[in-house]
């Protein structure tokens, strides 16, 4: 079974980077589309960032434009979170998902995530 590991949460100072990483364990592993959601305690999962994975696009959310990029390396199976400017809002556990099942004619933040990871935390201090 096709699993995705997340890596690189952890704390860090408000201003300072993280990058994440998501790696798709299975060799076969493709998909639609690629992303990045967050979830703080007592808020509603949101949309972080994604990228087609066989397409040029990408989409991120307004969020965290100018700040978080996000990347892809189809050989290694991962994407990448590069988040820099960290700020305390943006405190959550920050989660892989994939879309490989359609539909793909809807924008990145809609598309059907069907794979998720288990999360990593990223703690922003003051």
């Known amino acids: 079974q096709v699993q995705l590991v997340e890596t690189g949460g952890g704390l860090v100072q408000a201003g300072g980077s993280l990058r994440l990483s998501c790696t798709a364990s299975d060799w076969t592993f493709s998909a639609h589309a690629m992303g990045w959601f967050r979830q703080a305690p007592g808020k509603e999962r949101e949309f972080v960032s994604a990228?087609?994975?066989?397409?040029?696009?990408?989409k991120t959310g307004d969020s965290v434009k100018g700040r978080f990029t996000i990347s892809k390396d189809k050989d290694k199976r991962t994407i990448y979170l590069q988040m820099n400017s960290l700020k305390p809002e943006d405190t959550a556990v920050y989660y892989c998902a994939a879309a490989t099942v359609g539909p793909w004619n809807a924008p990145l933040s809609d598309f059907n995530y069907n794979m998720w990871g288990q999360g990593t935390q990223v703690t922003v201090l003051l």
């Open positions: 990228v087609r994975w066989s397409r040029v696009g990408s």
